[in-house]
C-alpha cells in the first residue's frame, strides 16, 4: 500500500477543479493509494478502514476471500472510504485517461458522503483515527479477557442492526429544535376536529378564543377541562401513544442491562460502544448504495465527455463504462439504475414535469410534448443527492416514463415441465411493479423494539412489527443467546411465522408424473396464515410457543 | 496471517465455553478450461443477527425463481431465454471438446490434494465398517504411524538395549573387552553410529479394497439447505476417504432425480442441480445394475452413501425396499442420509416412514444404516452424522 505518484496525484488535482466548476462540493484534501487486489482481500473484511479491530470473522473472510479470488479473480477499480481526508484505494497500473475517468467517480463518491445528509453524523468522525483507538482497546482487552472479549464482540455484532439511525440522525439534524406535543396541539388537532368533530365556526371560535387568551395572559384550558372534564385524561393517554418505542436494542441494554452494571462487566461496555458507533457510521452507506453509485457513474460520464483528456481514448472509454453502466438483459445492475435515474430527474425537471399540471394530464401525446423549459434540473438533482436516501430516491421518482423509456421490466423464472427447462419471462412492466421488486432489494433490518411494559423481572422483551416478512428462523437461536448474554437474563421476541402446513408442495404432486404427462399442476393458492409466536431463551435454551 | 488449522482450534474451544461451533468448511467450485473445475476448501462463517427470510414462501408453491429486473422489448409474459435445467454431460457448462482423458485426469487431481487438507481437518477415528478381504486387485493399505523401524545416530527414542549390544559388539572388534569376564565399561569408545533409535514410520496395513457410491438426490425438492447439509457430508466422507484410505478407495457417483445418471467425477456430483421429482429406487436400480454388469461384487467391499430430503413419489417405497434388499446380498454397508426441510417437521418424511417400516434397518442393522438430520444442522453434527453412517 503505497501513496500514488506525484504525476498521478497532479491529474487528481486537476480533476478537482473541473468537478468543482461542475458544482460538485468536497474537502480540499484527499489520499489516494495504490492498493494489489491480495490488499483488497484484507482490506474487505474491515470494510476497508485499514485500522479497524482485529477479529477472528475477518481472519476467516480473509481466507475464503483469497480462495474466491483464486477461483474468480477480480479486478476493481476504486474504493472510496467516507473518512477526513478522504481515501481510496486504486489498482495499480492504470493509463493516465483512465485515472481521469475513476477520479470524477471517485470526487462524486466524495462530494456524495460529504453533501448526504443521511451521513450528517459522520461528518465530525475522524473514522480512521478513532478506529486505530478502538483497535488498540480491543487489543488490550484481548490480552486482558482471552476469547470471552471475541465473544462480546460477536454477540454485540449480532445485535448491530438494530441501532437507532433514523432517531440518532433526527436529533442531530433538528438539533433540538424538535416540537414537543403539547396540549395546545392536542386539542386543536385532534380533539376537536377527530374527537368531538365540531362544526368549523366553533373552530374558529376557539382559536380567537385562544389569541384572545394568550394576549390578555389568561389560561385558556380552565373553561376547556370545565367544558369536557375528559380532555386531560384523553391527552394523556395520546402523548403515551405517540412516544416512539425503543427501537435502538444496542442502546437499551448498554444502559439498562444489570449485568453489564456489574463492575467485573464494565469493560463489555466500551467493546458495545465500539461495535454500535461502527455500525452506525456504516448505516448511511448501506442505505445509498444505489444513489451513491448512480452518482458518480452520472459525473463521470458528464465530466470525462467533456473533459480534452479523453480525446483518442474515446472507444476504451465507451468499453470501459458499458461493462460499468449497462442495463444487464435479466439482472439488476445498482450503478446502471442508479445513473439513468438521475439522468431521467434531471429531464423531467428541465421539462417541468414534477409539477401538478403535468401529473393532471392525461392525454398520451401532451405529456410527451410536455416543456416548461424550465432547465432546473440540474440544480434539482443536487438537492436529490442532498435529501435523499435509496428508499426515498426510487419511491419518488422511479416512474413509467422511465420505465418505457429504458424499457425495464421485472423478470420471472419459471420451470417448464415439459422441456426441463427454466424460462425467463417477462413478468411486468409496470412501474409499480418494479419499484417494489427494487425496494425488495433494499436494505432493510427488521423492526424490533423494546416492548417496555412486558420488559421486567429481569426479562428483556423484543417485540418484532411484523411486516410480512418473517425473520430467519436459523438466526434466532443464536442471536438471542448474545443478546441475552449480555442482558445477563432471559430474552423474549415475539414475531409472526406461517401457520405450520403439512408438506406445503409436496402432497400434490406425489402421485403422478409431471414429466411423463407433459403439463404442470394447477398450483394450489393456499393464502399463508400468519401467527404470532413468542422466542423464549433462557439458560441458553430456545423454546418457542405459540401466542 | 492466521492460518486455518488456528482458526478452527479456537472454534473448537467455543463448545468448551458453552456456544457452538461457528465456522464451517466451504467449497469453492473454480470453473476451468475444458470442463476442469477444480475445488477450492475455504472456511467460512455466517454472522447470525435478526434478519427477514429471503426466501419468498408464495414463489416456493409456484415453484417460481426470484424474480430480477430485466431490460429489452417484448411484451407482458413472453419467454425471453431458456436454461436447460438438467446439465448434460458434456454440455451447457461450456466445455465442448478437451474432455481427453489426459486432461481430465489434471482436474481430479487438483480437487483431490485438495480435499485431502480437508480430510486432515477431520478427525481421524472414523473406519470403514465391514471390510472383508476379497480378491487382490488393487490392495487397499491404510497406513499407521508407529516406532517400529530402527535408525542409527538419529532418531525420536534411544532404543537402549540394541545400543548397548552395538557398543559392545565395535569394542569387542576394536580389542577394548580383552577379557568377556570382566568387563571395564569405562574403557569404552562409544561412537555416535553406535546410537540406536526408534522412528516413527509409516507402516501399511493391507485390508482390502473398497468401493464407495455417492448416491445424491438433486431434484427439486432438494432446494438450498438441505442440498448444502447433504454435500457437506458427501465432501466430508470423500475427503476423509481420499486422505484416510491415500486414495485407494475408488468412487463412484450417482445423481437421481426421476431417473438416474452416472457423473464421472465428484465436481459434477456435488455441483449439478436439477428442478423435477423424486424416484429414489432409480438410484438404488442403477447402482445394483453397474454392481451386476462389472461384476464387482466378487473384488470389491462396496458401501453405498444415499443423501435425500425423504421425498419421493413412491409413497410405499415398494421398488426401493426391493432394490436394497437386492443390495444387502452384497454391499458392506449402506448408509442413508435424510435431511428434513423445517416446514416438514420429523419423522414425516416418506423414505424414512418406509424404511422404518419394513424393519430393514434392524433386521441388517450391521448393514445398513439411517441418519435423520434437520436442514439446519452444522458442521459437528454432520460429523456426527458420518460417524453414525459408519458405525
Redesign the interface.
Known sequence: MELVSQHVKGIMEECKIRARDAGLRFDDETLEYIVTNRDLIELSPKVMIPTLYDYWVHDVKVLSGKGMYEAYPSNPFETVINTRPAISYYNDNNPDWLNVMIFYHVLAHIDFFQNNLFYKNTWDIDIAGQALADKRLIAQLRSEKGRWLDYVIEFARGMDNLVGFHRDLNRTLSQGRRHKFNRTDFYFDLFLQKIKSVPQHIYLKEISRYNQCAKDKQDFFIQVTGQYPEFDELFRKEKNQAAQPERDIMEYILRYSPFLRKEENEWMKSVIHIIRNTSLFFQPQIRTKTMNEGWASYWHENLFLKDDRICGHEADYAKINASVTAMPKVGLNPYALGMRLFEHIREMEDKGCYSFDYVRLNDEVLRKKFDRKKNTGRKFIFTVRENMDDFSFINTFLDQEFIDRHKLFVAGKRLNNQRMTWQYYIKSKKAHDYKKMIINSLYHPPDISIAEDKTKDGILYLDHRFENKPLKQAFIENTLIGIAFLWGGPVHLETSEPKTVAQPGAGYANFWDPSASGTSPEPEEIPIQWQRVRYVIKDRKLHRQEL | ??T?DE?LE?DK?REQ????RK?RI?Q????GSGGRE?I???????????????IS??Q???????????????????????????PEQGEGEGEGDGEGPGEGKGGEHEIEANAYELGKVLSQDFELPNLKDKGKKKALARYVYDLTDKNRGVGQILDKKATLKKIVETNMSLGNIPDVSTIDTTRFIVSPQDLIYRILSREKEYESQALVFFVRDYS??MGGKVTQAVVSQHVMLYSWLVYQYEKQVETRFILHD?EAREVSDFQKYYSYK????TKVYTAFKLVNEIVEKENLARDYNIYVFHGTDG?D?E?DGKQTLAEIEKMLTYVARIGITIVEH????SK?T?VEKYINRSGILTKHSHLIKMDVMAE?VDDSRIIQGIKNLIS
Not at chain 2, 17 to 20: I, P, S, T, V
Not at chain 2, 274 to 277: I, N, P
Not at chain 2, 342 to 345: E, M, N, P, T
Open positions: 496471517m492466521v486455518l482458526l479456537r474451544k465455553d458453552g456456544f457452538k465456522i466451504g469453492i467450485a473454480k470453473p477444480k477450492i476448501v475455504v472456511p467460512t462463517t455466517v454472522e447470525e443477527k435478526l434478519v427477514h427470510d429471503d414462501f408464495r416456493q408453491q409456484e415453484g417460481e425463481g426470484d424474480p430480477t429486473g430485466g431490460t429489452g422489448d417484448g411484451q407482458e409474459g413472453d419467454v425471453i431465454g431458456e436454461q436447460p435445467v438438467r427439486g425438492s426421476t436439477v428442478a423435477g421429482g421425498d413419489w409413497k423445517a416446514y416438514v417437521g414425516q416418506e439446519n
